[in-house]
C-alpha cells in the first residue's frame, strides 16, 4: 500500500500521546496486543523523522535477528522501530547491552503479539528501561472519530460531563456486530464474516501452532467457539473442558493461550479483603465482539439484537469500553465484577480515588431504582457514586448517588 493511501485510511488512536510520553520517560517502548490491532500502523503513525523500520515478518531480517543478533542490531542503529519482536527473542539481551550504553529515551520501538511467550524475556532483560502498553482495537470513540469524555469512574462521579447526544441503538448494534479492527474500519466494504473467518484461521496457523503443540485444530476451534459463547459469563474451565471434549489441564493451558493472545479477558471478582479476589472466580469476556459474533453465528446486528445473547454482547461491548480507556492511558484498568451467596451481582466495579463505584449494564432505554438494588451491597464508607449503563436518551439520574449513562458514553 502507498504511504499516502495508509496515511489517508489512519484513523486516529486514544494512544498516541500515550506512546509519546512513554517515549520520552523510557529507552525501550513494547507495544503488545492482538493481531490487526494496529500496533504497527500505530507506531509507524507516532515516529519521527529518521526512525528506522523493520518488520521481522520478513523472513530474511527475522532470520538475521535469530543467528546474528548484534549484527542486526548494527544494521538497524536507534532510533528504529522492530515489528513482531516474538519471532526473535534473541535480541532482548542485546538491545539491552545497546540501550544501557546511552541515556536517550525512545531508543527502540518494539511490537508483539505473543505476550505468552514474549513477556518473560522483557522482564528479564529490560526490565526497568520498557514502557509496556496493550492496544486493544478500536474504541467507540476512535471509531466515530470522537473523543472521550473520561473514564467511567469520572463519568459516574459527575466530575466531567458526556458530550455529545446519547448514542442510537441502532448504530450501537452495527457497532458490536463488526467489532473493533481497524481493518473493517477503515474499509467499510469489507465483508465482516470473511475477515472474520480469515483471522481465525491467520490466528490458528500462526500463533495458537506458535504457544501450544495442538494437533487437533478442530478441537482447539471448538474450544474458542465455546469461549466465545460463554462471555459475560463467570469462567468454569471444568465445564469447558466437559463441553469441548478435552482433558481440564488442556483446557487451562488453552484458556491461558486465548489470554496471553489477547482473544479473551478475565475480569477479576472484587471484594474488601485484595487477597479474596484471587480465590473468587473471574468473568470471561471476548476482547472483540465481531469476533464473538463471528465464532457464535450471529450473520448481521439485526439477529444478534433480538437473540438470546444479546445482553451477553451489550455488556462484553461495555466493559471492553471501560477496559480500553484506561489501557490507553497506559494504565491497568482497576475493575471488577461482584457477586455474592445470595446471587446478588454488580456487572462491574471500578476503583478510582479510593472509592469503589458499581455499575449495572442494560439492555433497556428506561432504567428504574431496582436495577441499581444491589449496590447496596457495598459497603457505604467505599462505595462511590455508581451508575446505570443503558439506552436512555436523557441521561436524567436515578437518585444522587446513581447516574445513568448512555452506552455510547464509555
Not at 520478513?58 to 549484527?71: K, N, T, V
Not at 472483540?288 to 444478534?304: A, V, Y
Request: proline letters at 5%; one cysteine or more.
Amino acid at each position: 500500500m502507498a504511504v499516502g493511501m495508509e496515511e489517508e485510511m489512519y484513523i486516529r488512536r486514544e494512544m498516541e500521546e500515550t506512546v509519546r510520553r512513554a517515549s520520552g520517560m523510557f529507552r525501550v517502548v513494547l507495544l503488545t496486543g492482538a493481531r490487526q490491532t494496529g500496533k504497527s500502523t500505530l507506531l509507524r503513525h507516532c515516529a519521527e523523522k529518521g526512525r528506522g523500520v523493520v518488520t521481522l515478518d520478513d523472513p530474511g531480517e527475522r532470520a538475521l535477528a535469530q543467528e546474528d543478533p548484534g549484527y542486526f542490531l548494527q544494521r538497524h542503529p536507534a532510533p528504529v522501530l522492530i515489528d513482531e519482536i516474538q519471532y526473535a527473542p534473541e535480541l532482548l539481551p542485546y538491545i539491552k547491552m545497546a540501550v544501557d550504553g546511552s541515556d536517550d529515551r525512545g531508543q527502540y520501538w518494539l511490537t508483539g503479539s505473543q505476550r505468552f511467550s514474549l513477556m518473560k524475556g522483557v522482564r528479564e532483560s529490560l526490565a526497568g528501561r520498557v514502557a509496556i502498553l496493550e492496544l486493544s482495537g478500536l474504541s467507540w470513540a476512535e471509531r466515530r472519530g470522537t473523543v472521550r469524555a473520561g473514564t467511567l469512574a469520572e463519568l459516574a462521579s459527575g466530575k466531567v460531563v458526556p458530550s455529545g447526544a446519547p448514542a442510537k441503538a441502532k448504530e450501537v448494534w452495527e457497532s458490536i456486530w463488526r467489532g473493533g479492527y481497524p481493518e473493517l474500519a477503515a474499509r467499510p466494504e469489507t465483508d465482516v464474516r470473511w475477515f472474520h473467518a480469515s483471522y481465525v484461521r491467520t490466528y490458528l496457523e500462526r500463533d495458537v501452532r506458535n504457544l501450544l503443540r495442538v494437533e487437533d485444530e478442530r478441537a482447539f476451534l471448538a474450544f474458542l467457539r465455546c469461549a466465545a459463547a460463554r462471555t459475560a459469563q463467570e469462567l468454569n474451565v471444568a465445564d469447558m473442558a466437559r463441553d469441548t471434549g478435552v482433558a481440564p489441564n488442556t483446557a487451562k493451558a488453552w484458556l491461558s493461550v486465548l489470554e496471553a493472545s489477547g482473544v479473551v479477558y478475565l475480569l477479576r471478582a472484587w471484594s474488601r479483603n485484595r487477597i479474596q479476589r484471587a480465590v473468587k472466580r473471574p468473568k470471561l469476556y471476548f476482547e472483540d465482539t465481531g469476533l464473538c459474533c463471528h465464532l457464535t453465528g450471529w450473520p448481521n446486528p439485526e439477529t444478534l439484537e433480538a437473540g438470546a445473547m444479546s445482553g451477553a454482547m451489550l455488556e462484553t461491548h461495555a466493559v471492553m469500553e471501560v477496559v480500553k480507556a484506561y489501557r490507553n492511558r497506559g494504565l491497568e484498568a482497576p475493575v471488577f465484577h461482584w457477586r455474592d451467596a445470595a446471587r446478588r451481582e454488580i456487572d462491574l466495579v471500578v476503583e478510582e480515588g479510593g472509592k469503589a463505584h458499581p455499575v449495572e449494564i442494560k439492555k433497556k432505554e428506561r432504567p428504574t431504582a431496582s436495577d441499581a438494588a444491589a449496590f447496596g451491597c457495598i459497603p457505604g464508607e467505599v462505595r462511590g457514586k455508581g451508575a446505570v449503563v443503558c439506552f436512555s436518551q436523557s441521561r436524567a439520574p436515578l437518585s444522587r448517588e446513581v447516574g445513568v449513562l448512555s452506552v455510547g458514553d464509555l
